[in-house]
């Protein structure tokens, strides 16, 4: 019951991901701007099956955006505890890298599954439509 407007862009990533038993099957992972009346400016980064190797309090992805070098991010879990989700943390650097560039790759730690690598294509973000 907040007064103003939730905005939220996302894309899909154009790689597939491949789990072991029980989360076997290709899918994709979600990368999600967020700017929320209550919770403010969050980067999320969803998968759709399997779990984010990330401790109790937080853990570090690496990102790289175009062919940069790669640059340590914060992540934290949701406070639902959400193995799938990881909040990437702090929106503001992510946020001007990114608008400078047209890949976004992620490197995460799975369960079981050892570093990953998570890829978007950010090129058609529109920063006043958000």
Known sequence: MQ????KFAYVISTNELTFDFPYGGPQHSILTLRKHVRHGKDVLLQIE????????????????FDDANGQSFSATEPSDSDS????????????????????????ATFFQQGNRTLEFDVSGFEPKQF
């Open 3 to 6: 007064n103003g407007t939730n």
């Open 49 to 64: 099956r399997g779990q984010f190797l990330c401790h109790i309090r937080s853990c570090s992805v690496t990102v790289r």
């Open 84 to 107: 799938t989700l990881l909040f990437i943390e702090p929106f503001d650097k992510f946020y001007a890298s990114m608008l400078k560039a047209k890949r976004v790759r992620f490197e």
